[in-house]
């Protein structure tokens, strides 16, 4: 299914003469107000493609139908939701939950809905069926040569299908590590991990990108063998200069101070990755700024002030991908959501007076250097956001134009009210 754009050429037509009004007052505040709509058009974050069906939790999952069958319709999901907002131009696959058993047919559909592909990811955290080893006591980590070599030649095949899909990135999330004291031996934990993390990174291709996801616990609650930025840190130091350290939002531990965390990797050039949810508890993986949206807007002015000062392309010299999942929302609903929050404190963050900023801090200004980022903070900027969807084609109001046309029962119409997708 393709949107018909002359439906949202309706809908902004309605929508515009209230649009403009708002518009106009918000872009007298703004200096540069054309600069930053066009960072707003250029930037785009990828969806992954398990996260269009409903997600659950070991006591259970509540479908709501509709749910894409295959990885052609997850990609028209995701073709659906840039339709309207323009700013999920791409896709990231998990293998084996979606495997691409026809690229170049895969590929073309991609294309068609505008969309690239981001990074690829791998599982070593499951067995499949048919698997010769279990990853019951870690992967990568293992004590069993032949089963770290298992986890090293499936990452290898996911580069290889990457490649053909023209990905340009391999993400490694393991969830190695231990449930009890004297489980493990760490040290030798870690070197399993880095030399079977060695073995994949010599298979990466020169222009590719590997990204080590760190993740403090779960599903192991004594250790985690890549728990936190410092192993991550560790692991891609070592590897060389094409592995990065990626930041899941949700896999510290409570209160870390995750904008300082952006700003020392962003230092070193080893922040590659970026995957976006909110948590109030752990790894909660729910719709971006619905929780904490001061904590995301500090780690956006830490990602701004950090990619300026190294000459960094915003939209493109990081991996942004969201990572949530959607127990209680239509997935859809929940993503346009996120992808909005994410455009909302973006441009908040490019707000920040950064000349009158850093003189705040040279003088301890403290209370100075607080007004300039709730000032932005509590800007109200949904009219920019707006008006850059405006422009590259999207919907005004990507959400209302969802619910008015009914979109999720026109899915449940053609997919069934009991299809599941794939994933967690
Ligand atoms: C692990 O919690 C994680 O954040 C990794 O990125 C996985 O690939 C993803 O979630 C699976 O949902
Ligand atoms: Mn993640
Ligand atoms: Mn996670």
Redesign the pocket.
Known sequence: MQLDKSAIEAHNEYLIKDHERRFNYIAAEVQDVEALLQKLIDFQVAI?S?ALGTGGTRFGRFPGGGEPRNLEEKIEDIGLLHALNNSSGAISL?IPWDIPENATHIKALAAQHGLQFDAM?S?TFQDQPGQAFSYKYGSMQHVNKAVRQQAIDHNIEVIKYGLDLGSTSL?V?LSDGSCFPGQLNFRNAFQNTLESLQQVYSALPDDWKMFV?Y?AF?PNFYSTTVGDWGQSLLYASKLGSKAYTLV?L??HLPNANIEQIVALLLMEGKLGGF?FNDSKYG?D?LTVGSIKPYQLFLIFNELVEGMDARGMKHATDLGWMI?A?HNVKDPLEDLLQSVEAIMITYAQALLVDRKKLAEAQLNNDVVTAQEILQQAFRTDVRALVAAARLRSGGALNPLAFYRQHDIRAGLINRRGSKSMAT??
């Open positions: 992954p398990w998990h990811n599982n993400t999330w996801e993740k779960e899941d949700g896999h995957h790894d993986d990572d999942s994933g967690l």
